[in-house]
């Protein structure tokens, strides 16, 4: 085993990982990265197919945010926010609400308050919109609507509006309670009203937006109780760690309307969606917009965004807030309603400087070209895999594929996670020098915006053979 390999073995408690099968096999240590390649200890190449976990856009090593940091660790490294302004925190800050403009008739963000990532984005925002609500009136105590399936990090605030029982229960002692809604699964919808990714066309039937209903009779409920809700939280176009689910067109918009109509918040956790990573067009729309909820004209009051912010380089995120939620926290020194919340790291130079960097290549109108083609080029090589019988359903939006393994698709009937069929197909990958990670039975494809169509390719046929490596015989 390499030095290096051994000394992770000995210290190193690694994330969402059951440690005792880790410490089985020697660990990948990466050591050198360029646009999609990774290479390791022993000089083995990789490509990185689910972007460093959906941070990477575009490219490990690119040029450009190589230059900006560099120029940037000329000047200094770090300042916080708590205290000082400073050059890149407030033109990122310009940035980042110049692009998040909507149509006429939605809200405008005008506020950034900057964090460390998703999940210190999402706890600011929980604490914006309950401290804004009660404050203007509209309830007394907070009360979080959320999706079923939904996840929006790993800190209590953000585990408490999370709904995968495999992740949350643990913690529930700890947590605060929220409510969950139905999200939509067209692939799982319980009213079948999902059209069949196959030939399967009897059982089809038109969709009544019983998903919608849902979330009204939810929301119309808690305000005839007296006990509306302070926010509903969504990751807007796609569920990421629920299964990469996406959402059909027109949910979003339906939804927004009806938390507006109960004066509840809209939070969008961008974190996984945001920056390009959902496509260039909600489906088939013609504009690049930087955020999943703004294609499809949806501007909410609260938005979470970091994963891909600073292109995957660094740690940094940020909550971008109305005018209305901020002015929430206005008043004489002596009435305390100063946001008491932060961080040290907040709005961080070098994180900064690589996001405005990071945003700079994401407007480039090739680029924006080459993402498209992309997008086209993985939509019809994906279409390989349905010679699977173990593939059930194939889910993409833009550059995010979600890939369900299950036991047949003919039953749709799901594999036992005690099989681990989404991490054996994902080990055979990486032994064809394709790096992802599974959620549950979903095979996740994520490529950075630079990947090659060879590249891709590549990703696509490695997923193709691992299932059949994994599944001889059926599964
Ligand atoms: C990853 C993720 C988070 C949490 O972000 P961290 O940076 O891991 O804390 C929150 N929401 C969504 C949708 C995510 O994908």
Request: charged share 25%; with cysteine.
């Amino acid at each position: 085993m390499h030095p290096l390999a051994r000394l992770d073995h000995r210290h190193v408690w690694h994330p969402f990982t059951q440690m005792r099968d880790w410490l089985k096999s020697e660990p990948i240590v990466l050591v050198k990265g360029r646009g999609t390649v990774l290479e390791d200890v022993h000089g083995r190449r990789f490509l990185d197919a689910n972007s460093s976990i959906w941070t990477n856009l575009h490219g490990h090593r690119n040029p450009a945010i190589d230059r900006a940091l560099r120029r940037q660790l000329s000047q200094v490294a770090h300042t916080s926010s708590l205290g000082f302004a400073s050059a890149p925190a407030s033109e990122l800050a310009s940035e980042l609400i110049r692009r998040a403009r909507g149509p006429k008739g939605q809200p405008r963000l005008e506020k950034v308050f900057f964090s460390d990532d998703g999940s210190t984005a999402i706890e600011a925002a929980l604490k914006l919109a309950s401290e804004h609500s009660r404050r203007a009136g509209i309830t007394k105590k907070p009360r979080f609507l959320s999706l079923q399936g939904a996840y929006h990090g790993d800190t209590v605030g953000a585990v408490s509006v999370g709904h995968i029982d495999l992740f949350h229960r643990t913690w529930k002692p700890l947590l605060f309670p929220t409510d969950a809604v139905m999200a939509p699964y067209c692939y799982r919808c319980p009213f079948n009203r999902a059209k069949p990714e196959r030939a399967d066309a009897r059982t089809w039937r038109k969709c009544g937006w019983e998903c919608v209903s849902k979330v009204e009779d939810r929301f119309a409920k808690a305000t005839r109780a007296g006990k509306p809700y302070t926010a509903f939280i969504v990751e807007p176009a796609i569920q990421g760690a629920a299964g990469m689910v996406p959402q059909p067109e027109g949910w979003l918009p339906r939804v927004a309307e009806i938390a507006r109509a109960h004066r509840a918040l809209l939070i969008a956790d961008e974190v996984m969606t945001g920056f390009g990573r959902t496509g260039t067009g909600f489906r088939s729309g013609p504009r690049f917009h930087t955020f999943a909820a703004q294609r499809q004209g949806v501007v909410p009051d609260l938005v979470a965004v970091a994963k891909g912010l600073t292109g995957g380089y660094l740690p940094m995120a940020a909550t971008l807030a109305t005018q209305e939620v901020f002015d929430s926290f206005l008043g004489d020194y002596t009435e305390f309603r100063t946001f008491f919340h932060g961080h040290s790291y907040t709005g961080n130079q070098l994180g900064a400087a690589a996001s405005l960097a990071s945003l700079a290549l994401l407007a480039d109108p090739a680029g924006v070209a080459r993402r498209r083609a992309l997008e086209e080029r993985l939509a019809r090589r994906l279409e390989l895999l349905w010679r699977h019988p173990q593939v059930g359903d194939i889910r993409r939006e833009g550059l995010v594929v979600g890939v369900e393994l299950v036991r047949d698709w003919r039953t749709r009937e799901p594999i036992p996670l005690e099989q681990r069929a989404g991490i054996r197909v994902c080990e055979a990958m990486s032994r064809r020098g394709v790096l992802t990670r599974p959620i549950g039975s979903v095979v996740v494809l994520m490529p950075p915006y630079c990947t090659t169509p060879t590249q891709l390719d590549r990703m696509v046929s490695a997923l193709d053979e691992a299932v059949a490596e994994v599944f001889p015989r059926g599964a």
